[in-house]
């Protein structure tokens, strides 16, 4: 497949440094984008977001700019040791066979609960769409089942136009074990949910 050029601005606030098992997601498809954000990630905790771009783009950024945490060197050292933390472990690698683990896992999950309409994702970055048996958005549900896994010690988020599947972002350092008891807990809310 020939790369897509000219794709303007791709937001890799959330899915970039390996979430979805490339450095960033646009690579699944092999999309070259004119303007890439990053944030959240860059730093691991630490105040930093940065645009990346071609050299041709950037000539024209010719007026001086202010950021809030703009040449914070320490959040630029912190960045550069994320991105080398994650080379010398290879979290992209490790992102894609854990999310395909973590998939299985939860599509096994669907046929015990039929509340469960899809389960998607890339890596570790995967959504559970939950919905009512007529088939509408199951929201109500949704906020409860976030409720209980975060007394369980979990916290997921939630997003979808009906606000109604559960995101799964866990740390790409996560181990197996700890995603197997993170199913196995989701399994327990929703079997208490609809009881």
Known sequence: MQPIRNAAIADEIQTAWN????????????IVPDIVTVA????NGFPIAAYLTSDAIAAHYTRPGAATFGGNLVSCR?????????QRHELGRRS??????????????????TVI?????????????LRAADGSPA?????GVLERMKDAGYLLGKTGPGRNVLT??????VESAALDEM????DRVLTDENA
């Not at 912190?78 to 994650?86: C, D, K, N, P, Q």
């Not at 199913?183 to 989701?186: D, F, G, K, Q, R």
């Open 19 to 30: 979430r979805t098992g490339r450095w960033f997601a646009t690579q699944h498809w092999q």
């Open 40 to 43: 959240k990630a860059l730093g």
């Open 78 to 86: 912190a960045a550069l040791a994320t991105v080398r933390f994650h």
């Open 96 to 113: 894609e066979t854990l999310g395909v683990h973590l998939m299985e896992r939860l599509r096994q999950l669907r046929q015990r609960h």
């Open 117 to 129: 309409a899809e389960v998607r994702g890339r890596g570790l970055m995967i959504g559970v769409e």
């Open 139 to 143: 929201a109500a549900l949704t906020d």
């Open 168 to 173: 799964l972002l866990p740390p790409l350092i």
């Open 183 to 186: 199913v196995e807990a989701l």
